[in-house]
């Protein structure tokens, strides 16, 4: 699927001083964020597949003083996000890019494996899509030397999870580039800062059946991430038990890992419309 339907602001008022473009903005984190940094001053271009919802994140954006304008995409069609992202940077340049929509669909119950169909999409819009954007929009910041880029990874790309192969594959592949693109964009003064958050009390998480451990409200995870962005941080991975996680599972013998990781009893809800 492409463009389900668009409404950008085809002038922006005068007095906005920055532009924040946020992927994932009808709901959870991208609509935390978006009430995180919503002031006078400051125009928000919210992207989700949720229409109503996006009006919803806007409206009250707006009533904390910010200008919004909001786009109804499917992000698996990376080429079409692309050229959305172009026509916003075009209208006002895009100060800071937040890319935090994605998927998380795990193995269904009683499968081997995802399907091939959930492997396609989530690749493209946990992978190729923001990473087009993010590709686009460092370009466009490292002319004017100038930017900040989140990119929110996981927890989950450092471990070798049997129920989300194909989550934790993508979230790997987006956590290299970050770490590559933030290489690149040094010596232009763009930051690129990779979030990797382990369980945050938002519609996804509500999805699972299982144990969450350390889960964080949503608006705590907003302002630890945005705070993040803002310093043009490497590297934001939260909550702190996750960084002890991530080494002694380097620690073990993969075997071991992977024996305990297969042990886990995790199942998930379908999404809501």
Known sequence: MGIMSKKEEKTIPNS?????????????????????????????????????RLQETARKSQEKGASTSILAIDLSNAAQAVQALIEADNINP?????????????????????????????SLVNF??????????????????????????????????????VYSGSKAGLGRFSTALRAAMEPYNVKV???APGFIDT????RLEGNQPFLVPVDKAARQIA?????????????????????LEALLPSAISHRILRALDIMQHPPEN
């Open 16 to 52: 906005v001083k920055h532009h924040v473009l946020i992927t994932g903005g009808s709901s959870g984190i991208g609509a935390a964020l978006a009430s995180y940094y919503a002031r006078p001053g400051v125009h928000i271009t919210l992207w989700g597949r949720n229409e109503a």
């Open 94 to 122: 895009v100060d800071i890019l937040i890319l935090s929509a994605g998927m998380a669909d795990i193995r269904p119950a009683g499968a081997k494996t995802e399907t091939s169909e959930t492997a396609l999409q989530m």
């Open 128 to 165: 190729a899509t923001p990473v087009a954007m993010a590709t686009e929009a460092a370009s466009r910041m490292a002319e004017r030397q100038t930017g900040r880029i989140g990119i929110l990874g996981s927890v989950a790309s450092f471990h070798d999870l049997p129920l989300a192969t």
């Open 193 to 195: 800062t990779l979030i």
């Open 203 to 206: 519609p996804m998480s509500q």
């Open 227 to 247: 705070r993040s962005i803002n310093r043009g941080q490497a590297k934001l991975v939260f909550p702190w038990v996750f960084q002890l996680t991530r080494l």
